[in-house]
Structure formats: structure tokens, C-alpha cells
């Protein structure tokens, strides 16, 4: 029989070693510790604290009907990318709500305010949502109101007020410093005629102003193309309803708009490019020309042109100016453009961890590690309910929102938002995509 002193004794040992190896482990080996330097993220999974989640009814889902921005012709994954005002619209809006449609042609945007959810409910599917990068206080939705019938409306949060409402195509966006929203729909032309979008700038914090039309009249760029409606008698009779600072583009497929700021405009195709700016509540183009141009959001227009004899010369502007800056011969070529890269003076990269160049930033760790931790419950969610296999068939949904450092994740019957482990990656998106 073992003296009980001695059981004493062994015990005071062990508790003492542990007592040792709980203050000692989160110190590095160089420190005099026993944990490693840099522990893998998915070693903290423990952080992943729930901050709030939604509970869905059985027909709801974070996805939108009918979307279909004039720019963007592939399909947009439904977490969508950063929560850039660049991205096209996601369900998942930055940290603070998500826009969800049901049955009946009913649908939602519950924000999460004050520790409780605050619903604006519409009596249309939601075809496109978005909060102002500014503030977070205005919700741009759009709604589909009946066949090729739409209406955008920009609310005030958490109000719920309706500031104005227009007829318009299945999207809207705001510009990149949340100051407006860019909006329209293609006029009716003939069959065969050049596709014409009309769209219009609206601004949040002050009058719509006088509903003004662009000229084209600007003295040494080109004129518009022959019979191109230049007066508002010319438009539709819903194009003479749009409010606001409007222009009509030609459109052809891979065409682009860009409004980085509520006075500042850029469009680009294979027809050429073109800036606008306004004013005087009028759209006037600054320049245009023949090239390739595309954003490198947030920093630089991108604009590839030909030289002679059959040269090709790439140069860059900040997308408040005409500064243009070229690119050196022997520099890498772009990617081809997405509007889910967001670009740093180094590179660019993506949500999805995409890279091109050194964008000076840690690899994305995290994705993978919460996909991992939901993925139990995800597959308790496909036993309670049958329509969980159809919208998440291969596991749990995770939108990303790392300048935010927060994650949404549809396991199926509810909508979980968790926080990020606190990583020096997070640190640098917070400075480069945060307004």
C-alpha cells in the first residue's frame, strides 16, 4: 500500500507542473516558454465567438432574384467577395445585416442594431442590396415589381424611411465613397441598333437637383454616335421620369462602369474609354479615347492603349484625376480584370486568397478553419430540413467580411455571424478597404 504522503507529494508535483505549463505556454520557445512563435490560426478556433445569428423559416434564404448588373456577366458567388462598393451586390451586407427573399414574393433586410434585429420588409423579391461604405446609414435595395418592371430605393437606417424611389434595372450601386448611388436600364432602340444605357447619379445627403441629360458636346472629343438622344425629349417616356444627372452610353458586351466618387465617372469597352465628371449638375466628359481601361480599385485607373506601329503603352491615374503615370515596359501584365481584386502599390488579390503580384499581404487562413468548425452542424441541418441539400449541398456557407473581421455562415437553418481571429492580415484590409 502506497504511503498517502507520498500520494500527497506526487499530486503537489503535478498540480504544480501544470500550474507551470498554463503560464509558461503562451510564451514563445525564445522567451523561455513552450509554445511556438506563431501558432496556426486553426489552432484558435476557440476564438470564433458567435456575435449574433438569425434564425431562418423553412422557403427564406440569403439570395437574390433576378440580378443582372449591365457589367458583370458571369456569375457572382452568393458570400460574395470583401464587401467592396466595387463587388457586385451581396446578401451579405459588411457586418451589420443580410437581404433575404422568400415565398410569395416576399423578402427582407434584417440589420443587426442595438442587439436586436431590425427588419424592413418589402412586398417584391430583392434583386440587389447594398449599405453605404460611408456610414452604414442608408440601404440602397432594388426590387423586382412585376415582369421587366424594377424599382430602386434608397432607405435611411434604422429608421426605415423611404428617401426617394425610381423606376430602374434590376441593380444600383454606390459609388466607392458612399456619397451616391449610380443606377438605370437600357432605352428602347431598334433591333439592330447599338444598345443604349441610360443611367443617372443621384446623390444620398442632399436634393436630387434638376433632371439633366449629357450632351456630348464637349469641344475636342468625339461626337456621339448618329441619332443618340443628347436632349431629354429624346428618351423613353420612363427615361424622361429618371431623376437626376443622367447620360446615355452605348453598350456592347464586356463593357464597364466605374464611379469611384459621386462627381467622377469612368466607362470602358472595346469601342474605347471615356471620364465624366459633373458638374453644374451636368455629366461632361474630360476625356476619351481609343484603349482598354480598367480599375484597379482602390487605387488607380488602369488604362492599356495602342501606340505605332503596333505598340501597346499601359499607364495609370488616380480615379479622382487625369494624372496619368506609365507603367514600366519590363512590369508583369495585369490580370484579366474581376471586380473581386482589390489591389495594393505591390499587387492584388482576392477574398478566395487569388493573388497577382506581392500584394504585401499574410496568406487567407480562415476561411477553411470556420467551414470546418460549422460543418458539424451543417450536417444536422440537412437531416431537420429538406430544402438545406438543395441550397447548400456541398457545406456550410461562409461570406468572409475581413475588414470588418467577421464572418457570416449559413449552416442551414440559421445564419451565424462569428468573430475573426485578430490576424495582421485583417489589420492591413481594415486600412486599405475601409473608408
Known sequence: MIPQRYIIATLFIAAMLLLFAVVQAPRPVTSGGVAAADSPVVMSLGAYDPVTDFQLEDGWAPRFQGTVDPDQSEPWPYAGGFGAPWEPASPYLTDQGLALNGPKGLS???LWRGLEWRHYRFDAPLCSARLDPLKGTRL???????????????????????????????????SWDGRAALFGFFEPSEAKAEARLLITVLPLDSDLG??????????????????????????????????????????HPGDR???????????????????????????QRSAAGPGLLVAHPPLVMALTEPVAPEGMDRKTTP??????????????????????WAWTPGGAMDA????????????????????????????SALELRASVKGWLPYGPEVAMREPQAVAWVWVGTRIVQVRLVDVARIHALKKLLNP
Do not use: C, H
Open 140 to 174: 440602397l435595395v432594388t426590387l423586382q415589381m412585376g415582369p421587366s418592371r424594377f424599382e430602386t430605393r434608397l432607405l435611411e437606417v434604422p429608421e426605415g424611411r423611404v428617401i426617394w424611389s425610381a423606376q430602374s434595372g434590376p441593380w444600383s450601386r454606390f
Open 319 to 340: 480615379p479622382e484625376s487625369l494624372d496619368w503615370a506609365p507603367v514600366p515596359a519590363d512590369a508583369p501584365p495585369w490580370p484579366a480584370y474581376d471586380a473581386a
Open 257 to 283: 462602369l466605374w464611379l469611384p466618387r459621386a462627381d467622377r465617372l469612368w466607362y470602358g469597352g472595346l469601342q474605347g474609354w471615356s471620364a465624366w465628371n459633373l458638374e453644374k449638375g451636368r455629366w
Open 210 to 251: 434638376e433632371a439633366t441629360l449629357a450632351a456630348w458636346d464637349e469641344p475636342g472629343l468625339p461626337p456621339p454616335p448618329r441619332g443618340w438622344p443628347v436632349k431629354p425629349e429624346g428618351l423613353s417616356d420612363d427615361g424622361r421620369d429618371l431623376p437626376g444627372a443622367r447620360i446615355v452610353l452605348p453598350w
Open 108 to 110: 427582407e433586410v434584417v
Open 352 to 379: 478566395w486568397d487569388r493573388r497577382w503580384g506581392n500584394p504585401g499581404l499574410a496568406p487567407e487562413r480562415q476561411r477553411q478553419a470556420v467551414t470546418d468548425y460549422f460543418r458539424s452542424e451543417w450536417r
